[in-house]
């Protein structure tokens, strides 16, 4: 009798164990099955049309890797021109502003002074004097040729003809400098005034006078910027650095606009790298924007190199919950989001890190975004 019983126990317990089991497989595949359908869509053929999914595959392109710098515009010492009086004065009119363009010719202030109506004046009567005693030189010159007159007599008034002429020509050329013509000066033209003109079209940095103001010789009137020497200063670190050249093209923008791109060639590369890793390269604008001033933070694109890697088009690439996926066409109108690494993108491809996760395989090219805004609809409901 016990031993019926304890039979009649044991297939009770086993009974029981084997139903435990069924019914935690049942949940088990429950689960599977649902965690499943949380990445597969399943779309109405009317979807499918409505939204115009098509397909593709991976495929090799050419792809050329970039790198994205940051840096600071800068003017070369050659081309900042700190502009000053020749002549000291007072200024009787500043004509420009900070930033203000000009060509060059342009008049940026007028200097008026006592000295500069000295210096036409003793021009001109230097210039008479030299009239006279030429006239008397090549007489003495004539005579001492002759043996008419001593040799003395003429190496005297040699000696004054020559200082008059050093004279004249000193002059000259201080009146060329305050732009006044020698040629064309005469006792009826004489300014009182001369115009600092720009020496070359760009735009005025600093202005560092004022209307009244006395100037010297050594006081700098004028900050100018010609843009043809407007520099950028950029770091490159370490691991890119062997890939950089000179002579590379590059792209320079700001982060005020950065859609409108203008561009560089690297001049220069530093011998060196900082303790941050990083080593800077100059480069030079290819052609003039005046929305890149001195001083302005940059960002630049810079081609490294090209390179064949299997890729898609970035269409075909949609983002969740910061990951990149892509829907395998499964057939029967079901998609299977595949998570997928990516790396450069370029020319409307992206390079697909993970390959063969889905290689040979049919991925949707249009329609991808849609099936995302599908199935994210579908978990939530």
Same mark, same amino acid.
């Not at 305050?178 to 013509?181: D, G, R, T």
């Given at each position: 009798m016990k031993t019926f019983l304890g039979s009649l126990l044991l297939m009770a317990i086993v009974l029981l164990s084997g139903s435990c089991n069924q019914q935690k497989s049942e949940v088990d595949e429950v689960e599977t099955e649902s965690a499943s359908n949380n990445n597969v869509a399943v779309l109405s053929d009317e979807q499918t049309k409505t939204i115009g999914l098509t397909t593709t595959s991976l495929e090799p392109k050419e792809i050329e890797k970039t790198i994205h710098l940051n840096g600071k515009i800068f003017v070369s010492p050659e081309h900042l021109t700190t502009i000053s009086s020749v002549l000291g004065g007072h200024i009787k009119s500043v004509k420009v502003l900070p930033g203000s363009l000009f060509k060059k010719g342009d008049i940026l202030a007028i200097v008026e002074d006592q000295q500069l109506i000295e210096l036409q004046k003793e021009f001109l009567i230097? /210039?008479?004097?030299?009239?006279? +005693? #030429? &006239?008397?030189? =090549?007489r003495q010159k004539e005579l001492n040729q002759n043996k008419a007159t001593s040799d003395k007599a003429f190496q005297e008034v040699e000696a004054t003809y020559n200082t008059l002429l050093a004279t004249r020509s000193a002059l000259e050329q201080k009146l060329k400098m +305050?732009? %006044?013509?020698p040629s064309q000066l005469t006792s009826n033209n004489i300014n009182s005034s001369v115009d600092i003109r720009a020496p070359f079209s760009g735009v005025i940095s600093e202005v560092k006078v004022n209307r009244g103001q006395y100037v010297t010789p050594s006081d700098a009137l004028f900050e100018l910027i010609n843009p043809e020497g407007l520099l950028i200063k950029l770091t490159v670190f370490e691991n890119d650095l062997q890939g950089v050249k000179v002579g590379q093209n590059l792209l320079v923008y700001s982060n005020q606009n950065s859609d409108k791109k203008t561009g560089a060639t690297v001049v220069s590369k530093t011998p060196k790298i900082g303790e941050d890793g990083g080593? !800077? $390269? %100059?480069?030079? *604008? =290819? !052609?003039? =924007?005046? !929305? @890149? $001033?001195? #001083?302005?933070? +940059?960002?630049? $694109? &810079?081609?490294? /190199? =090209?390179?064949?890697s299997e890729s898609l088009p970035t269409k075909s690439v949609v983002s969740y919950e910061n990951k990149n996926y892509v829907f395998e066409a499964l057939g029967d109108n079901? *998609?299977? @989001?595949?998570?997928?690494e990516t790396g450069v993108e370029d020319k409307g491809f992206i390079e697909i890190l993970n390959k063969e996760s889905i290689r040979d395989k049919k991925i949707v090219h249009e329609g991808s975004y849609s099936i995302l805004m599908a199935l994210k609809n579908k978990a939530e409901e």
């Open positions: 230097t /210039q008479a004097q030299l009239k006279s +005693v #030429g &006239l008397n030189y =090549n +305050v732009q %006044i013509n080593s !800077e $390269i %100059i480069a030079r *604008f =290819n !052609e003039n =924007n005046p !929305e @890149m $001033i001195a #001083g302005l933070y +940059v960002n630049a $694109i &810079l081609p490294l /190199q =090209n390179y064949s079901k *998609f299977l @989001m595949t998570a997928v």
